[in-house]
T-cell receptor, first 116, second 111 residues
Framework: DARVTQTPRHKVTEMGQEVTMRCQPI?????VFWYRQTMMQGLELLAY????????DSGMPKDRFSAEMPDATLATLKIQPSEPRDSAVYFC??????????????FGDGTRLSIL | SQQGEEDPQALSIQEGENATMNCSYK?????LQWYRQNSGRGLVHLIL?????REKHSGRLRVTLDTSKKSSSLLITASRAADTASYFC???????????FGSGTQLTVLP
């Protein structure tokens, strides 16, 4: 079964440190999504790429977060500098299609991030 | 803001019973999706129902959509302990680019 792979699965670091989360989408999928999940806010979309181009990053704090797709097999989400309020589970999902909702999204198992 | 809201927030049933979860949304939708999330894992897509469909089946899952009431229900028949998970509805409205997830129903199936 093809799967979305996220690394690392867990990350604990101190406030102010740079955090990089990586995602390998399913081969052949042309859309990639980054979500953040917390108890308080639920699942929030941070950024969305189609054919490696960013289409929507309005959910992402621009001053500290950045998302890129260096190539079709790798998506990255960086936080610099990190803050305790960034503690959450970050999910990457991929899909195949034109829009974010006309297709099933395939999720990775997430990166559980704790900022001390 | 959340487009879809699931009800109830938590549901506990015995194995073999049916489980029904509801999702209400606010604005007109193109389609509605249901996802399952096991503890510590990512979301898994279960079913997509389009706005012009009223009912859809997949194995033990039955999804209905009532656009006049802006609501959907997910029925799991003959539940199993392995069905224990959180269930989310997700919708996209109008020209919105993103899919918006509800806060989920936590289902516990007791053996």
């Amino acid at each position: 079964d093809a799967r979305v792979t996220q690394t690392p699965r867990h990350k604990v670091t101190e406030m102010g440190q740079e955090v990089t989360m990586r995602c390998q989408p399913i081969l052949g999928h042309n859309t990639v999504f980054w979500y953040r999940q917390t108890m308080m806010q639920g699942l929030e979309l941070l950024a969305y790429f189609r054919n490696r181009a960013p289409l929507d990053d309005s959910g992402m704090p621009k001053d500290r977060f950045s998302a890129e797709m260096p190539d079709a097999t790798l998506a990255t989400l960086k936080i610099q500098p990190s803050e305790p309020r960034d503690s959450a589970v970050y999910f990457c999902a991929s899909g195949l299609g034109r829009g974010p909702s006309n297709q099933p999204q395939h999720f990775g198992d997430g990166t559980r991030l704790s900022i001390l | 803001s959340q487009q879809g809201e699931e009800d109830p927030q938590a549901l506990s049933i015995q194995e073999g019973e049916n489980a029904t979860m509801n999702c209400s949304y606010k604005t007109s939708i193109n389609n509605l999706q249901w996802y399952r999330q096991n503890s510590g894992r990512g979301l898994v897509h279960l079913i997509l129902i389009r706005s012009n469909e009223r009912e859809k089946h997949s194995g033990r899952l039955r999804v209905t959509l009532d656009t006049s009431k802006k609501s959907s229900s997910l029925l799991i028949t003959a539940s199993r302990a392995a069905d224990t998970a959180s269930y989310f509805c997700a919708t996209r409205s109008g020209s919105a680019r993103q899919l918006t997830f509800g806060s989920g129903t936590q289902l516990t199936v007791l053996p």
